[in-house]
């Protein structure tokens, strides 16, 4: 099993910035792509960034050059830093990543979520 842990979620003036975290913690893990994803109040889960094992990203046009998402292998930790956010950047951000297991198959998982809100 793999546990993804957000953290860094907050509240936060517009034009303001915050740094987003994920840990993914299990036995025996290969973690493959992590994303994250943002839901906003009565909207669908929509993709934020991602970013690969070898440090390949993407990002959403709604966060091209104001986030930056990075990772660090050795520790399973995911990172995106926002800046310049908007209030529309408010929602619950998770945590996303395809992981194999000691079992030797790779799936999905997600973590709970960190709320960002940003408002004056």
């Known amino acids: 099993q793999v546990q993804l842990v957000e953290s860094g979620g907050g509240l936060v003036q517009p034009g303001g910035s915050l740094r987003l975290s994920c840990i993914a913690s299990?036995?025996?893990?290969?973690?493959?792509?992590m994303g994250w994803y943002r839901q906003a109040p009565g909207k669908q889960r929509e993709l934020v960034a991602s970013?690969?094992?070898?440090?390949?990203?993407n990002y959403a046009d709604s966060g091209l050059d104001r986030f930056t998402i990075s990772r660090d292998n050795a520790k399973n930790t995911m990172y995106v830093q926002m800046n310049s956010l908007k209030p529309e950047d408010t929602g619950v951000y998770y945590c996303?990543?395809?992981?194999?297991?000691?079992?030797?198959?790779?799936?999905?998982?997600w973590g709970q979520g960190t709320q960002v809100t940003v408002s004056s």
């Open positions: 970013i690969t094992r070898d440090g390949s990203t």
């Open positions: 996303n990543a395809r992981a194999m297991t000691q079992s030797g198959f790779w799936n999905t998982y």
């Open positions: 299990g036995n025996r893990i290969s973690i493959g792509t």
